[in-house]
């Protein structure tokens, strides 16, 4: 059995390396819809519609857990996912998102204010402001929307994406962390730290995620008995072009992505 990584784009395959760094003897298959991003404007009804799609392709694919790198599935279908689709489609599944490993990394570091800044649907459905307070109920937390950074950031125009970061981050009001939540984000990391001062602590999923998993893994015996070790990394999207491999090769320069009509 292998784990699987989902994401709407190719910034999961981000998320996908920190976790092969961290593990690399096991078996991976990662799948980005790219044919239908980006999820962070679309309906709820529909993020949900694509990433039960998506998971019962990685389940077809022999996957027994199965990461949703992508924050606006996880604020929406997630839940879901574990309390009633895993139950009568899967039940020997598990499905972990990245919302949780996130808010936990983020308080642990010392902060009196704590900034989000994601696509406008986990936004809108304030998912870590939520677990946050879980944490700490007093906990100011300040969450910005946006919307355009992933299309920069997929049609590989660093320059609006600096851009963009740059606007984005003037809108916090004094926070000390800043949790980039969205799996495309660390791409662009060094533009939230350039235009944030010094004393922000940046919180990037991709520092943070391959400890979790193998955290996760330790924890989990039962689970990680049956996964596989043959250092096999499957990449799959639902939409191929000459800017997709490109952004691939430029993360894995060995292995090649390839187009797949994901149904399971």
């Given at each position: 059995?292998?784990?699987?990584?989902?994401?709407?784009?190719?910034?999961?395959?981000?998320?996908?390396?920190?976790?092969?760094?961290?593990?690399?003897?096991?078996?991976?298959?990662?799948?980005?819809?790219?044919?239908?991003?980006?999820?962070?404007?679309?309906?709820s009804?529909q993020?949900?519609?694509?990433?039960?799609?998506?998971?019962?392709?990685?389940?077809?694919?022999?996957?027994a857990?199965?990461?949703?790198?992508?924050?606006?599935?996880?604020?929406?279908?997630?839940?879901?996912?574990?309390?009633?689709?895993?139950?009568?489609?899967?039940?020997?599944?598990?499905?972990?998102?990245?919302?949780?490993?996130?808010v936990?990394?983020?308080?642990?570091?010392?902060?009196?204010?704590?900034?989000?800044?994601?696509?406008?649907?986990?936004?809108?459905?304030?998912?870590?402001?939520?677990?946050?307070?879980?944490?700490?109920?007093?906990?100011?937390?300040?969450?910005?929307?946006?919307?355009?950074?992933?299309?920069?950031?997929?049609?590989?125009?660093?320059?609006?994406?600096?851009?963009?970061?740059?606007?984005?981050?003037?809108?916090?009001?004094?926070?000390?962390?800043?949790?980039?939540?969205?799996?495309?984000?660390?791409?662009v990391?060094?533009?939230?730290?350039?235009?944030?001062?010094?004393?922000?602590?940046?919180?990037?999923?991709?520092?943070?995620?391959?400890?979790?998993?193998?955290?996760?893994?330790?924890?989990?015996?039962?689970?990680?008995?049956?996964?596989?070790?043959?250092?096999?990394?499957?990449?799959?999207?639902s939409?191929?072009?000459?800017?997709?491999?490109?952004v691939?090769?430029?993360?894995?320069?060995?292995?090649?992505?390839?187009?797949?009509?994901?149904?399971?």
């Open positions: 059995m292998k784990i699987g990584i989902f994401d709407s784009g190719l910034g999961g395959l981000v998320i996908t390396k920190a976790c092969i760094k961290a593990l690399p003897e096991y078996d991976y298959v990662y799948y980005g819809d790219t044919k239908n991003l980006p999820y962070g404007e679309k309906t009804g993020i949900l519609s694509l990433t039960i799609e998506a998971m019962k392709f990685l389940i077809s694919q022999k996957c857990l199965i990461i949703i790198a992508c924050n606006t599935a996880t604020s929406i279908a997630l839940r879901y996912l574990q309390q009633r689709f895993l139950p009568a489609y899967a039940p020997d599944v598990k499905i972990l998102g990245v919302v949780i490993p996130t936990e990394a983020a308080t642990a570091v010392n902060g009196k204010r704590i900034g989000v800044v994601a696509t406008s649907v986990t936004v809108q459905s304030h998912i870590y402001e939520a677990e946050l307070r879980k944490i700490n109920p007093d906990l100011p937390v300040e969450e910005v929307a946006a919307p355009k950074l992933v299309p920069a950031i997929e049609n590989n125009d660093f320059a609006v994406a600096e851009k963009l970061a740059a606007e984005y981050a003037s809108e916090f009001h004094e926070i000390d962390n800043l949790i980039l939540g969205c799996t495309h984000y660390p791409l990391k060094e533009f939230f730290r350039k235009a944030l001062p010094d004393n922000v602590n940046i919180i990037s999923q991709d520092e943070l995620i391959g400890a979790k998993l193998q955290d996760y893994l330790e924890r989990h015996l039962e689970i990680d008995i049956t996964l596989s070790r043959n250092h096999d990394y499957r990449f799959l999207v939409d191929l072009n000459e800017h997709y491999q490109k691939a090769a430029s993360l894995f320069p060995d292995i090649p992505v390839c187009e797949i009509e994901a149904h399971a």
